[in-house]
Every structure is written in C-alpha cells, then in structure tokens.
C-alpha cells in the first residue's frame, strides 16, 4: 500500500516524528555557535556534563559528553559566560531539543556571577568574612535554631540527623522561603526572630546557642537569596554563632563566608552542632578512667613516702607504727572512696544512655502533636471555606478587592470569586445602606 503524498493526512510514530525534526535540524542549523550563561551544571559519574545555557529571554538544554568535556581546559560554573560549538538535536525519549556541546571556551563572566564578585569583594572589604570575628562552635549546645522552608527537602535531613544524634536537645524552626524574590526578606526576618529570643528562648532558662541557616543544592539563580547584602549583615550581628549549609560541596554563597562555620551540606551542618549521645558516655568514661588512674598514682606515691619515712626511723618506737597503720588504714580508704566514685560515675553514666531513648520518643510524640495542632489550625483558615459557605470575593478589573459599595458605579464590570470559579457582573444599580 502506497504511503498517503499529503502531509496533513500522514499519521506519524513519535520516534519517526523526533527523528525527522532532528534530520531538519540537522540539515538546516548545523554545526551551531551560541553564548549565554552556564546555569545548573552538573557532570555525572559517567563524566558527561548537563547544563543550560540562557540569556535574559530564553535558555536551551545542553549535553557535554565525556570525550569533549575531557578537553576542557577550565571547570565551568553557573554564571560564567561561555561561546560554544555543537550541533542541535532532539533528545526522543523526552521530545526536548537539546544542543549537544562539542567545544567550550570562557567568553567572560555571566550578570549574576560579576555581581556575586562585586558585593563578595565589598563584604570583604568591610571585614565580614575575617577569620578573626567567627566564633567557636558550642559542643554541647543547650537548644538550636533552623531557619529553613517548611517544604524544603533540607528540613527533613536536618531534622532526621538529629533526631538521631540529639534527641534531647530542643529545636526552634524558623520557616522562610529559600528561593525567589520574597526570599531574602523572609530569610532576615526568620533569623532575627531567632536572634531575639538567643537570651532565652522559651523562658524557663532554656538559652539558643546556635543557629543552622540551610538550603538544598541548586543552580546559581536558585541559590541568589542567599547572596543577599542584608541577609549578610544580619548573620554578622548574630549574637550567637551561626552555621551555613547551602547547597552542595561545590557551591558557594555570601552566607558561607559570613558564618561562624560553613557545612557542605545541610545534614553535615546539623552533624557540626550535634554531638552523639555515644561520644559523651564515651568521654565520661575516659574522665573517670582517668580520674581512677590518678588515684592510684597519687596513692602510690603517698606508700612510697610512708615507706621511705619508715625506713629512716628505724625502730624507736611504736608510736612510728601506729602512724603507718593510720596512713595505711586512710589509704585504703581513699582506694575504697575512689572506687566508690568511679562506680556511682559509671552507674549514672549507664543510666543516662538507658533514659535517652524513652526521652527521645516522648520529644518526637511532643514534636508530632504540635505539628498536628499546628496543621488543624492552619487548614481552619483557608480562605476556600468561607468561599463555599456562600460568600463571594469581588473585584474589579484591576483585580483589587471591592469592599464599599461607593466605590462602583452603574455599568462597571466586576469579577466574583466562588468556591468553584469566577464569574463576571456587570453594576446595574448601587443602594448604601
């Protein structure tokens, strides 16, 4: 059976479809040159590199296979401004058009990476990332701070380390947005809420020493908010230590070189503040071994004297012999004391790894049921509810809210919101009450 001449009438197989689009592309585009900016680099165990490419008004997927990214002579990052060489094609199992890079070489620097370089060399300048001004982290903190988004993927990880290292240690969330242009501001605002209570949280002498400011990895538009200029002088003011973990290993921010400690991740910043209930219990026990072993150096060296005071008087009398018996009997009691100590240091240690986990599982209960007062309360607020009781939010064309009826006029139009839809009115007559 002959195939049908009319294009409009042929039936096409997607994969027959990509091909054909990649065969015109092909043929009319290739080999192509583009610059524009490098944003969400990423290079696979494989050793190929994905990434895109964009300007202000449009981006396009890319593709650097290993046998061209081995020859590049510099490590591209998001931001930097590139020309590069390849040709373009459509990727079938998705359908997307993608530029496969053959060739790359720097062509400058991107907008958001000069102006990232411009306020680091001007924090710099004013002294914010000294060494000299950061603080040590506390090894035992009394209670923490978070500030995170509730939806991100960072407050899970954070929460999950320790609730595994430190489950008795208190943890006060401070939720913002992590990415977009509220970001910034609700970021400042979260950490000086914190900063506010650092004196004393909760008012019964639970004090907060120290501060996680985290975000999940990203490219350099996603990570922008934390290069903010006022979110930099808000984390210099701290007054108590604060730690960075954005992102991933590789990506850098203001916030990293303005905190006290910058972590390569979220988890791993939770990891610098929370130290193992193990490694205490551990750590009591050296002090008590030691304590035990200068015990018996300082009794030994006490016989020692006794028996060199014995050997030098001799004979004389008996009264040189109840002294060594006294000594003697003070002796033992002093061996019998310190292990007295030593044991009752040991039992209470023992005690105290037997306690953590009930304490830990009445928190997460404590946790869970704040959260789900929490969730009730929030869910009675939806706007929604009010909607499907009967009430109609109006607006006018600019979509402000029209609350008075002397702000309309016969013959305007107007907009209802339902609880299903929207609806447009049209003002026949206005009536004030």
Same mark, same amino acid.
């Given at each position: 059976?002959?195939?049908?001449?009319?294009?409009?009438?042929?039936?096409?197989?997607?994969?027959?479809?990509?091909?054909?689009?990649?065969?015109?592309?092909?043929?009319?585009?290739?080999p192509?040159?583009?610059?524009? +900016?490098?944003s969400g680099?990423?290079?696979?165990?494989?050793?190929?590199?994905?990434?895109?490419?964009? !300007?202000?008004?449009?981006?396009?997927?890319?593709a650097?296979?290993?046998?061209?990214?081995?020859n590049?002579?510099?490590?591209?990052?998001?931001?930097? =401004? %590139?020309? %590069?060489s390849?040709?373009l094609?459509?990727?079938? $199992?998705?359908?997307?058009?993608?530029? /496969?890079?053959?060739?790359?070489?720097?062509?400058?620097?991107?907008?958001?990476?000069?102006?990232?370089?411009?306020?680091?060399?001007?924090?710099?300048?004013?002294g914010?990332?000294?060494?000299?001004?950061?603080?040590?982290l506390?090894?035992?903190?009394?209670?923490?701070?978070?500030?995170?988004?509730?939806?991100?993927?960072?407050? #899970?990880?954070?929460?999950?380390?320790?609730?595994?290292?430190?489950?008795? /240690?208190? *943890?006060?969330?401070? $939720?913002?947005a992590?990415?977009?242009?509220?970001?910034?501001g609700?970021?400042?605002?979260?950490?000086?809420a =914190?900063?506010?209570?650092?004196?004393? /949280? !909760?008012?019964?002498?639970?004090? =907060?020493?120290?501060?996680?400011?985290?975000?999940?990895?990203?490219?350099?538009?996603d990570?922008?908010?934390?290069?903010?200029?006022?979110?930099? =002088?808000?984390?210099?003011?701290?007054?108590?230590?604060?730690?960075?973990?954005?992102? #991933?290993?590789?990506?850098?921010?203001?916030?990293d070189f303005?905190?006290?400690?910058?972590?390569?991740?979220?988890?791993?910043?939770a +990891?610098?503040?929370?130290?193992?209930?193990?490694?205490?219990?551990?750590?009591?026990?050296?002090?008590?071994?030691?304590?035990?072993?200068?015990? #018996?150096?300082?009794?030994?060296?006490q016989?020692? &004297?006794?028996?060199?005071?014995?050997?030098?008087?001799?004979?004389?009398?008996?009264?040189?012999?109840?002294?060594?018996?006294?000594?003697?009997?003070?002796? #033992?009691?002093?061996?019998?004391?310190?292990?007295?100590?030593?044991?009752?240091?040991?039992?209470?240690?023992?005690?105290?790894?037997?306690?953590?986990?009930?304490v830990?599982?009445a928190?997460?209960r404590?946790?869970?049921e &704040?959260?789900q &007062?929490?969730?009730?309360?929030?869910?009675?607020?939806?706007?929604?509810?009010?909607?499907?009781?009967?009430?109609?939010?109006?607006?006018?064309?600019?979509? *402000?809210?029209?609350?008075?009826?002397?702000?309309?006029?016969?013959g305007?139009?107007?907009h209802?919101?339902?609880?299903?839809?929207?609806? !447009?009115?049209?003002?026949?007559?206005?009536?004030?009450?």
């Amino acid at each position: 059976m002959m195939e049908d001449a009319n294009p409009l009438r042929r039936v096409w197989r997607v994969e027959a479809l990509c091909r054909a689009l990649a065969d015109t592309l092909n043929a009319r585009f290739n080999p192509v040159r583009v610059t524009g +900016e490098i944003s969400g680099f990423s290079r696979a165990a494989s050793g190929h590199c994905y990434f895109s490419l964009k !300007d202000q008004d449009a981006q396009i997927r890319c593709a650097m296979f290993k046998r061209a990214a081995t020859n590049l002579d510099f490590a591209p990052r998001d931001g930097e =401004l %590139v020309e %590069v060489s390849g040709r373009l094609d459509i990727y079938g $199992p998705r359908g997307d058009l993608q530029l /496969i890079v053959e060739s790359m070489r720097r062509q400058g620097q991107g907008t958001l990476f000069e102006e990232f370089v411009r306020l680091k060399a001007r924090l710099e300048a004013q002294g914010l990332f000294d060494p000299a001004r950061k603080r040590p982290l506390p090894a035992m903190p009394r209670s923490i701070g978070l500030v995170t988004s509730l939806g991100a993927a960072a407050l #899970h990880d954070v929460a999950t380390a320790l609730r595994r290292r430190v489950p008795h /240690i208190p *943890v006060f969330l401070a $939720p913002a947005a992590v990415q977009g242009d509220a970001a910034p501001g609700e970021l400042v605002r979260s950490l000086q809420a =914190l900063m506010s209570r650092a004196v004393d /949280i !909760d008012g019964l002498g639970t004090p =907060l020493d120290v501060i996680l400011l985290v975000r999940g990895g990203g490219s350099m538009e996603d990570l922008w908010a934390f290069n903010d200029e006022q979110l930099a =002088l808000t984390i210099s003011g701290s007054p108590v230590p604060v730690v960075s973990g954005v992102g #991933h290993e590789t990506d850098f921010t203001i916030a990293d070189f303005v905190a006290d400690a910058r972590a390569p991740t979220p988890t791993a910043a939770a +990891e610098l503040v929370a130290t193992p209930g193990a490694v205490c219990v551990a750590a009591a026990n050296m002090l008590m071994d030691r304590l035990a072993s200068a015990t #018996h150096r300082v009794l030994d060296t006490q016989s020692q &004297r006794l028996d060199r005071v014995a050997a030098r008087a001799g004979r004389p009398s008996g009264l040189v012999a109840a002294h060594a018996m006294r000594l003697q009997s003070l002796g #033992h009691g002093l061996r019998s004391a310190s292990f007295a100590k030593v044991r009752a240091e040991s039992a209470r240690g023992q005690a105290l790894g037997l306690k953590l986990p009930s304490v830990r599982q009445a928190w997460s209960r404590d946790q869970s049921e &704040r959260l789900q &007062r929490a969730e009730l309360r929030l869910g009675l607020l939806d706007p929604s509810l009010v909607l499907k009781r009967g009430y109609a939010w109006l607006t006018d064309k600019q979509g *402000v809210a029209v609350t008075e009826v002397k702000k309309l006029e016969p013959g305007q139009q107007v907009h209802a919101t339902l609880s299903d839809g929207t609806v !447009d009115l049209s003002v026949q007559a206005t009536r004030l009450n």
